[in-house]
């Protein structure tokens, strides 16, 4: 017999299995058009009402700044957040490249902006098709360059979609772990909510020694007690210079790579 959980994560499945499918869709044109290396594995997608009460804790807890989806998109229903996880080789070699990130973590950063972009405006097309209306966020750069807070926070609003859960390095871990990309999208389409899930995924959370992402990090900016945002950005634009005939690539990412949390929920985390 099923539970009333159970239906709720059936009809939430249904009513997002259409834009999962059509971001799959962009992402194997991508790779079909050889834009770049394929960098990903399958997408995660989830949604979040608009009116979530979490989203008003955003102003509390990101910076009062932070948008309301009502902001963005006059109207708004249901914010759809997306998740493409990277592949395990990317992971291992930033995790193996030394000082700086490595190259095709960099080269990574730049092909998945771009991707994140055809898939919001791929989505958006998709929904104005259907008769609803849409607003694409930018996938990345939309901060207070003072505070470094995000006014649009991705991985908060993947948290309230029910994508994942925090971890110690204050990144989010999904089913598909924490090495990855996230994007998201306004739709005035009311779409049943994901389901948050109550349990931790990180095996600190969950009374397991681990730390390996601390340990990762060897540039002062996280610590068992408290992470660094300020001396974290100036890690990421050492990379960003040190990458000069790149475009913008202000990334680092050393702390979620090869660690157990890195492409799946921690095993011990999760009980299985
Ligand atoms: S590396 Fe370990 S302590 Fe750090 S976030 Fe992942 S599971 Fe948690
Ligand atoms: S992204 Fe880099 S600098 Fe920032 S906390 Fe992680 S390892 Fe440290």
């Known amino acids: 017999m099923k539970t009333e959980r159970h239906e709720v994560v059936l009809e939430v499945e249904q009513s997002l299995i259409w834009l999962r499918d059509e971001i799959e869709n962009v992402l194997a044109a991508w790779c079909r058009q050889e834009k770049s290396e394929n960098y990903w594995r399958e997408p995660l997608i989830a949604a979040a009402s608009a009116i979530d009460p979490l989203f008003e804790e955003l102003r509390r807890l990101v910076d009062p700044g932070h948008a309301m989806p009502g902001d963005i998109l006059p109207g708004a229903k249901a914010v759809i957040v997306f998740f493409l996880p990277f592949q395990q080789w990317l992971g291992k070699e930033n995790d193996q490249g030394g000082f700086n990130a490595a190259r095709s973590w960099a080269q ?3 092909a998945t902006n771009q991707l994140i972009r055809d898939i919001n405006d ?24 003072q505070k470094l807070v995000s006014r649009w926070s991705h991985k908060h609003l993947a948290y309230i979609a029910g994508l994942g859960k925090f971890g110690c390095h204050h990144q989010l871990i999904t089913a598909s772990g924490c090495c990855g990309r996230l994007g998201s999208i306004i739709t005035s389409m009311p779409l049943a909510p994901t389901p948050r899930h109550d349990d931790e995924w990180c095996l600190e959370k969950t009374g397991h020694n681990c730390s390996a992402c601390v340990s990762k990090c060897a540039y002062d900016a996280l610590f068992e007690t408290r992470y660094d945002r300020h001396r974290c950005y100036e890690q990421c634009l050492i990379n960003d210079r040190f990458f000069d005939d790149l475009p913008l690539v202000d990334v680092c990412g050393k702390c979620g790579c090869e660690v157990p949390c890195s492409y799946r929920i921690p095993p011990a985390a999760s009980g299985r």
Do not use: C, I, Q, W
């Open 108 to 110: 990574s950063y730049v």
């Open 122 to 145: 791929h989505l958006k097309t998709r929904l104005e098709d259907a008769g609803y209306r849409a607003a694409v966020t930018p996938a990345t750069h939309n901060f207070d360059e």
